[in-house]
């Protein structure tokens, strides 16, 4: 050792760690020498398409959860709301279960042709109003408004009539056990009043004739068609 080596603190090489390193290469060559060699195997069976597909996995009855149960034996729900309502006169053009869905068809319906029918009220009124010599624009433009003012308008008015009216036939028909021209022709009444019941009696005696009859009309034409 040094004087320079014991002031900065610098170690000299030994001999050992020259000797090791020096056999570093030869330990390599030895290690990778000895390590066992993999090649690929031609030979094993390797799956194809036609092996996927014959396989018992890709049977969808073995998918099922229900696959192994024995289907006699089995018991199934049986659900209420499936049934259809069995009070007499209950049956109409479409097959029904019950309120709910006298309620679902006879307001979508009804708001359907009313809209439909004020929209041909509105285009009517749009044409007439608007001279023949206006531009193309002006007369669109007329058109559309009528439009859009007559056909919600009646289409509202009618949905709200047919919401009230199926739902007082309904109540009536439950409490009496059966639905006929009774029924709609007091529930008709009874919705053109509540329409009209901030305008005064008169009107309120118009609206329930009124609605009276298109319901009378209806159970008519329901009981002789169907």
């Known amino acids: 050792m040094t004087l320079w080596d014991s002031l900065t603190g610098r170690r000299p090489v ?3 760690s020259s000797s090791s390193s020096s056999a570093t290469p030869d330990t390599a060559a030895t290690l990778s020498d000895s ?16 092996s996927i597909l014959t396989s018992p996995y890709t049977d969808p009855s073995q998918l099922h959860p229900l696959a192994n149960l024995n289907q006699q034996t089995l018991d199934y729900l049986t659900l209420e709301d499936s049934a259809l309502s069995s ?7 479409l097959p029904t279960r019950g309120w709910s869905d006298d309620l679902c068809y006879g307001t979508g319906v009804t708001y359907i042709t009313a809209l439909t029918l004020g929209g041909a009220w509105g285009l009517t009124e749009g044409l007439n109003r608007s001279p023949s010599n206006a531009p ?6 007329s058109v559309l408004n009528s439009v859009t003012r007559r056909g919600p308008f009646m289409g509202n008015s009618a949905g709200v009539l047919a919401l009230v009216y199926n739902l007082v036939n309904s109540t009536i028909g439950h409490y009496r056990g059966r639905h006929d021209g009774v029924n709609s022709v007091v529930a008709g009444a009874l919705s053109g009043m509540l329409y009209k019941s ?4 008169r009107p309120m005696l118009i609206s329930g004739g009124l609605v009276a009859s298109a319901a009378g009309a209806w159970a008519v034409a329901r009981k002789a068609l169907f």
Do not use: I, M
């Open 136 to 141: 193309p624009k002006l007369r669109l433009n």
């Open 198 to 201: 901030t305008r005064g009696l």
């Open 14 to 16: 030994s001999s050992s």
């Open 35 to 50: 390590a066992p060699s993999t090649s690929f195997d031609a030979t094993l069976d390797a799956p194809d398409a036609s």
């Open 87 to 93: 009070l007499p006169g209950a049956q109409s053009a």
